[in-house]
C-alpha cells in the first residue's frame, strides 16, 4: 500500500510555520537496548516537502486446495518494513554561499556507516527520525539519496538542488548482532492509535500482557498511562525477552 500525503495549499494562517527536519542518531550498540543511540545531528528543512510517500507492504501465501478450481484464502506471512520518500529543496541564492553544498553533504553521509560502528569491523548506518511538526516518522535508515543541482554561480558552484531522500523502516536486529545474546531486539515497530496501552501490545506480540514492562523499558517509557498518540514504539522479540 502506497499513500502520498501533500502539504497544504498557501492559505493565510495565523499559526506559525513549523519546519521538518531528521534528527540523525547513532545506531543502537549489539548487547543494548533496541532504542535509537546519542544524537549525531539535526538536518533542519528550510523549506518543508510539497508531499511525502508512505509506502507499506504485506506477504499473503495461497495455499492450493486439491480439486479445487480456486486457491485458498490468503494467509499472513508478514509485513515489510516501511518505507517513506520524501523531496528536499534547498536554496542558497540568498548568500550564494555554499549551504547548499553542504547540505547535499550531510544526506549523502547518512548513507554510510557511523564511524563508532566501525570500530568492531560491522559497519551499520545511522538511525534517522523524520518529523514535522506533530507528524512523527518511525526509526529509519537512509536506503539512498539522489540530487539534481539546477542552479549555479558564475564561478560553477551550485546553489540550488532538489534532493530525494528514501528512508526505509528499521526491523530485525541490527547488523552483526548475535539474536540470542540477550539484546533487546527491536523485532517490531508500532505507531500508538487510540485505544492502544502496553498491556494490548504485549499481548498481540507475546500473548501475555503481563510482559508490557518490556516494551516500556525498550522505549525508555517512565509513565505507561501517558502515551503519545501517533508516536512510534519498539516491540522487543519475545525470542530476546526469553534470552534476556
Not at 566501525?118 to 514535522?132: A, E, H, L, S
Amino acid at each position: 500500500m502506497t499513500v502520498t500525503f501533500t502539504s497544504a495549499g498557501s492559505a493565510t494562517t495565523s499559526k506559525k510555520m513549523e519546519h521538518a527536519s531528521i534528527t540523525v542518531h547513532e545506531p543502537p550498540k549489539p548487547g543494548g537496548l533496541q532504542k535509537p543511540g546519542a544524537q549525531l545531528d539535526v538536518i533542519k528543512f528550510t523549506f518543508n516537502p510539497k508531499e511525502l510517500t508512505l509506502a507499506k507492504n504485506a506477504k499473503w501465501q495461497r495455499q492450493a486446495q486439491p480439486n479445487a478450481a480456486k486457491a485458498g484464502v490468503p494467509e499472513f506471512k508478514g509485513a515489510e518494513p516501511a518505507k517513506l520518500s520524501l523531496e528536499i529543496f534547498l536554496d542558497s541564492t540568498d548568500t550564494m554561499g555554499d549551504a547548499t553544498i553542504k547540505t547535499v553533504e550531510q544526506l549523502f553521509n547518512l548513507t554510510v556507516p557511523t564511524k563508532d560502528s566501525r570500530k568492531d569491523g560491522k559497519g551499520t548506518p545511522p538511525w534517522v527520525i523524520f518529523q514535522w511538526g506533530t507528524t512523527k516518522g518511525f526509526p529509519s535508515f537512509v536506503s539512498s539519496v539522489s540530487a539534481k543541482y539546477t542552479l549555479f554561480t558564475p564561478g560553477g558552484m551550485p546553489v540550488r538542488a532538489v534532493c530525494t531522500v528514501n528512508l526505509e523502516e528499521v526491523s530485525g536486529e541490527p547488523g552483526g548482532q548475535n539474536p540470542t545474546s540477550g539484546a533487546l531486539a527491536a523485532r517490531d515497530a508500532h505507531t500508538l492509535t487510540a485505544g492502544d496501552s502496553l498491556q494490548s501490545l504485549a499481548y498481540q506480540a507475546y500473548g501475555n500482557p503481563e510482559l508490557w514492562r518490556y516494551i516500556a523499558e525498550a522505549n525508555d517509557i517512565d509513565d505507561p498511562m501517558r502515551l503519545r498518540l501517533g508516536s512510534t514504539v519498539l516491540v522487543p522479540a519475545l525470542e530476546e525477552i526469553q534470552h534476556g
